[in-house]
């Protein structure tokens, strides 16, 4: 039972009844009134005046006594009877409090110095005349006897009292006022709240407990807070998966409006960061007149977002708004998800042997050896099984990849998915993933030389031989399928420019001692559009030329040309990186590589590039070949080419596979321009030759296609962006003319598929300090948790302050004010020595 009074309430009003000992130093002062004594004494003229100043004292002394002691009584009555203030902030409340005891303490401060002014002796002559007696007094001597002006001794304590007294008000208006702390006291109800619902609705929340989902159960609680439990005056919910059709994120009073939209909510796209959520809901509570405010996360808090440590920095520009962390974990389930797939390395064309990575996770609290297989178009492959070993989740060893071998047999667009043999059910969507990867039936080469025609034994000669080392064995094997992957075309540098390259994978330039202009920009679009360029660079190369024309403006080189650098002695490759796929699985170690001899070269940049990264060195650490990116495409330079006396490069085994390597190129970078996530931006690879085309697009489960349009990039490229990317699942695309097709994969956000989530007490820690926060499980622990708040903060210490504040000057009034009786004959005696000296 509650009592209330405005914004104050007392949890015991009962005890209020203990005001009545206020009257108690009241009875005790009519109780123990003593009479004055009638004295006979010969003359009572110069006692007059005295006595009637000790009356008037005890007079002041008496009721200021009785005041403090009759609110010492009240005051503790008050504070046994529990006063409450609701609603609002509990900074704001006992800022006001404070605000009335240090007016009330003031106030007493200045009384005291009052009486003290009041009381304090006049001098000789104004008392005589005061008496009645005119004494005879030379002006001089009566112009320095003036007494002090009475204004100046009480004008700056009354004026400090009456700003104590506005000040004491002031805090006692905001306390009793609703205007500061509206709430209602006894039970909670949102008549003065505005509540921001943050609802996670990433692809975690779709893991299954029973027959619903977390997100199901969250929708459901969502409904019964907004409906039921809060009822706030106004509302808003943001959605951490907004979708294509989220629900308005303003604060609305409609709230009918808000629950029809949690009807549309579902999984799709990516989850946005925890911490802009945040931020957008302190904006849109800043923006209410509401004084209670509320910012309520439904979610499981599992994934990357639920881990910055900055998710709740923005609650720091308002500390009074409530933080209400609602967990959605019911248990923890025994599931284990693919969180993401890729082309480790190989070739995308027939013939060539890829490999496919799966990174994995275990969700569950127990070690499990769960089983994968491939499937090609959602057709089983046979013998591609694989498993792995998985530790407890949040264990080291929770996280594995596993790798999976396909030949590639057949040209075209192709969707490889890896799936989970034996599903648990609990997050269906994350038991497969899928990549598509287009596997060309042939790739096309070119390679440009200085000479009009191939020479035999110039470097163009070597490369042409390396990528067509069966040009005369004929075209195509008994399955039908060509019986090599690469044709080569040569061309004379003078004449390449003019040639159309959109079927050119790979353009290798063979020792050309320089470049036109026209050609290096034909270049340089050729690779910013994700084409391939491999520089083999041999003794008949213009260094000046190369720096003016390929690498000063254009980059086309990771660094410029220093040298030549021709020695007597020769030099071995003595490293080389087995991470590229130029060099991955040809040897177990880097012996082989070393049978490479070079005794010309030309210097990268004083052996170190400012752009990409070295492939191989040499024994003195000299660059021999390196890699950077331009664009969407690869460069690689060669220090040294054959030929040309240089190197023995060409009469190696590791020529031929190096070579064939970069004109294929590898099938990851294929596959990354296939794949991709839920929101990504798409570039669909149409040649330039289709630029004014426009391109169609078919949305997995969605009534019709959408329009692409053709524009241009920067370079003035012709490009064609989709970015309805938010649908999971396989997207087909054509041309308008259907001359050019093709596919591409969007698939769920890997990291929601982590269903270990961060505790609720450890994110609570990382609110700013002072924020209320309050963490509950399901919508009945909240209501307890709000039923708490409802009670109010509480005032009794504060007002135990004030009686002991009162109390201290009390006794120190009484100390003071203490008659003196011993005195009083001193007094007299010296009160009528002054008159009589003033007398005469």
């Keep these: 039972m509650l009592m209330t009074l405005a914004a104050i309430n007392f949890s015991d009003p009962t005890m209020l009844i203990g005001l009545l000992a206020a009257g108690i130093p009241v009875l005790l002062h009519l109780l123990n009134r003593v009479r004055a004594p009638v004295v006979q004494f010969p003359t009572l003229r110069f ?12 007079q002041v002394q008496h009721f200021l006594l009785l005041l403090m002691r009759m609110a010492v009584f009240a005051l503790m009555a008050m504070a046994i009877a529990g006063p409450l203030v609701h609603g609002g902030s509990p900074l704001l409340a006992y800022g006001m409090l404070s605000l009335l005891l240090v007016g009330l303490a003031v106030m007493a401060i200045m009384a005291v110095l009052l009486v003290s002014a009041l009381e304090r002796p006049k001098g000789p002559v104004s008392q005589a005349l005061a008496d009645g007696i005119a004494p005879t007094v030379p002006p001089a001597l009566s112009q320095a006897l003036k007494p002090q002006s009475r204004l100046r001794q009480l004008g700056l304590p009354a004026l400090a009292m009456i700003l104590a007294l506005m000040a004491a008000l002031s805090g006692l208006f905001g306390l009793s006022t609703n205007k500061f702390f509206p709430a209602m006291g006894g039970s909670y109800n949102g008549a003065s709240t505005a509540c921001v619902i943050i609802l996670d609705n990433s692809q975690s929340m779709l893991a299954r407990d029973g027959n619903q989902t977390r997100l199901t159960h969250a929708v459901r609680q969502t409904r019964a807070l907004l409906n039921q439990v809060i009822r706030p005056v106004q509302m808003a919910i943001l959605l951490t998966n907004p979708g294509s059709n989220p629900i308005p994120d303003s604060l609305s009073a ?28 302190v904006a849109l509570l800043d923006q209410s007149k509401e004084p209670n405010k509320m910012v309520l996360i439904l979610s499981d808090f599992a994934g990357p977002s639920s881990s910055d440590v900055q998710a709740f920095a923005a609650l720091k520009q ?38 496919l990575g799966g990174r994995i996770i275990n969700n569950g609290e127990t070690a499990v050896v769960p089983r994968f297989h491939l499937l090609v178009d959602a057709v089983p492959v046979a013998h591609s099984q694989a498993k792995v070993e998985l530790g407890p989740a949040g264990s080291q060893d929770s996280r594995r990849t596993i790798k999976i071998a396909y030949l590639l047999t057949q040209a075209g667009y192709h969707v490889f998915t890896l799936a989970l043999q034996h599903s648990s059910q609990v997050l269906s969507w994350a038991d497969q993933r899928s990549v598509s990867l287009n ?15 191939l020479q035999v034994d110039s470097t163009a000669f070597y490369v042409d031989s390396a990528l067509a080392p069966f040009s005369g064995s004929g075209t195509a094997g008994h399955l039908g399928h060509p019986i090599w992957s690469i044709v080569p075309t040569y061309a004379a540098a003078n004449t390449a420019a003019t040639m159309p390259w959109a079927r050119y994978g790979t353009i290798f330039i063979c020792d050309v001692p320089r470049l036109s202009i026209a050609l290096a920009d034909k270049l340089t679009r050729y690779v910013r559009s994700g084409g391939r360029i491999c520089w083999l660079l041999g003794s008949a190369v213009d260094s000046v030329e190369y720096n003016r024309v390929i690498w000063k403006t254009r980059h086309l080189l990771p660094a410029a040309l220093v040298g030549p650098v021709v020695r007597q002695t020769s030099l071995r ?39 990409g990264h070295v492939l191989s060195k040499l024994e003195n650490s000299a660059i021999f070949l390196a890699q950077h990116r331009l664009g969407k495409g690869r460069i690689y330079t060669f220090a040294s080419a054959p030929g040309g006396g240089w190197t023995n490069l060409a009469d190696t085994s590791l020529f031929l596979p190096m070579m ?28 330039a030759v289709a630029a004014g085309t426009s391109v169609e697009v078919d949305i997995p489960r969605h009534a019709g296609p959408v329009n692409v349009a053709c524009s241009r990039n920067s370079a003035g490229l012709p490009q064609w962006i989709f970015k309805h990317t938010r649908r999971t699942g396989i997207y087909h695309w054509h041309s308008f003319n259907h001359e050019y097709a093709g596919e591409f994969v969007v698939n769920p956000p890997g990291d929601e598929a982590n269903l270990l989530p961060v505790p609720a007490d450890h994110l609570a820690q990382e609110a700013p300090k002072g924020q209320p926060v309050f963490m509950a499980s399901s919508v009945t622990e909240l209501l307890q948790e709000l039923a708490k708040i409802s009670q109010g903060t509480s005032l009794m210490p504060g007002v135990l302050a004030v009686v002991l504040i009162l109390a201290v000057l009390e006794a120190l009034f009484a100390n003071r004010y203490k008659p003196a009786v011993d005195n009083i004959g001193a007094e007299f005696n010296r009160s009528s020595a002054e008159l009589s000296a003033a007398a005469q």
Excluded: C
């Design 47 to 58: 006692l007059r005046v005295t006595a009637q100043k000790t009356s008037r004292r005890r």
């Design 439 to 453: 596997v060309a039936d042939q790739v096309n080469a070119l390679v440009i030389g200085s000479s009009p025609t």
């Design 318 to 355: 308002n500390p009074s708004i409530a933080l209400v962390l609602m967990p959605q974990e019911f248990s923890r389930p025994d599931d284990v998800a693919i969180s993401g797939i890729k082309i480790i390395s190989g070739q995308p064309v027939v013939g060539s042997r890829i490999y």
């Design 573 to 611: 490759v003595d490293w080389i990186d087995i991470r590229s796929h130029i060099f991955a699985g040809l040897f177990k170690n880097q012996d082989p590589f070393r049978r490479i001899v070079v005794v010309g070269r030309w210097g990268l940049g004083s052996d170190s590039i400012p752009l």
């Design 660 to 687: 064939v390597r970069i004109a294929l190129g590898n099938a990851s970078d294929s596959a990354g321009t296939t794949s991709f996530g839920p929101g990504q931006a798409v570039a669909i690879p149409m040649p």
């Design 254 to 281: 409609n709230r009918l409006g808000v629950l029809t939209g949690l009807l549309r909510v579902t999984s799709i796209g990516r989850a946005l960061p925890m911490r802009e959520l945040v931020a957008r809901a």
